[in-house]
């Protein structure tokens, strides 16, 4: 089905370390783009978004990259730390629609 | 605390039962929306309510139905169980009919079906 890609469904870093999530979109139409955290046990929090007409955008040590060119979003975390270990979703709508659509969600794992 | 409001927390259930979850979305949300997530399939829409009314719809399964009551919570109605419809179910809410400025998502619902 349809569906937002990511690339890499586990990445582990140190901790205070920047880290960077990768993901892939399959439709250029999509205009508005939002990074999900899930921590265990929990229903996913909104971290930042950002829409088709920005390429950047900057929140609380984190900032997200849009690249329409190759279709590809991406979420840095500066200074990672251990409260940021979770599994990170993005998600992606069409023309304001009531749909987010999620992509597979990758596991950030924070070493001490 | 997201200020959406899920129960039951857990549901344990037998095939071929019936079961409905519930969703309080925060206060002043005219939208309502229902996800399930699975460990093969991520987070996949099944629907959305706003004030009342269905506004948009995922692949929800026909076994399953929903609605939005004119005090904005909402129920989803799972029937004839599987126990592939094992699963966290997650509501979210939004003041907004479009999704482009975001949901907020309750603490889910873990369904097990035996």
């Known amino acids: 089905g349809e569906s937002v890609g990511l690339h890499l469904p586990t990445l582990s870093v140190q901790e205070g370390d920047n880290s960077i999530i990768n993901c892939a979109y399959s439709n250029s139409a999509s205009d508005y783009f939002i990074w999900y955290k899930q921590e265990s046990g929990k229903g996913p929090q909104f971290i930042i978004d950002?829409?088709?007409?920005?390429d950047k955008r900057q929140g609380q040590r984190v900032t997200v990259l849009l690249n329409k060119t190759v279709k590809h979003l991406s979420l840095q975390i500066a200074a990672t730390q251990p409260g940021d270990s979770a599994v990170y979703f993005c998600?992606?709508?069409?023309?304001?629609?009531?749909?987010?659509?999620f992509g597979q969600g990758t596991t950030l794992q924070v070493k001490p | 605390d997201s200020g959406v409001t899920q129960t039951p927390k857990h549901l344990i259930t037998a095939t071929g039962q019936r079961v409905t979850l519930r969703c309080s979305p925060r206060s002043g949300d005219l939208s309502v929306y229902w996800y399930q997530q699975s460990l093969d399939q991520g987070l996949q829409f099944l629907i959305q309510y706003y004030n009342g009314e269905e506004r948009a719809k995922g692949n929800i399964l026909e076994r399953f139905s929903a609605q939005q009551f004119p005090d904005l919570h909402s129920e989803l109605n799972l029937s004839s169980l599987e126990l592939g419809d094992s699963a966290l179910y997650f509501c979210?809410?939004?003041?907004?009919?479009?999704?482009?400025?975001?949901?907020?998502f309750g603490s889910g619902t873990r369904l097990t079906v035996v």
């Open positions: 979210a809410s939004s003041p907004y009919q479009g999704a482009n400025y975001g949901y907020t």
């Open positions: 950002i829409r088709s007409n920005m």
């Open positions: 998600a992606e709508n069409r023309g304001n629609t009531g749909k987010l659509i």
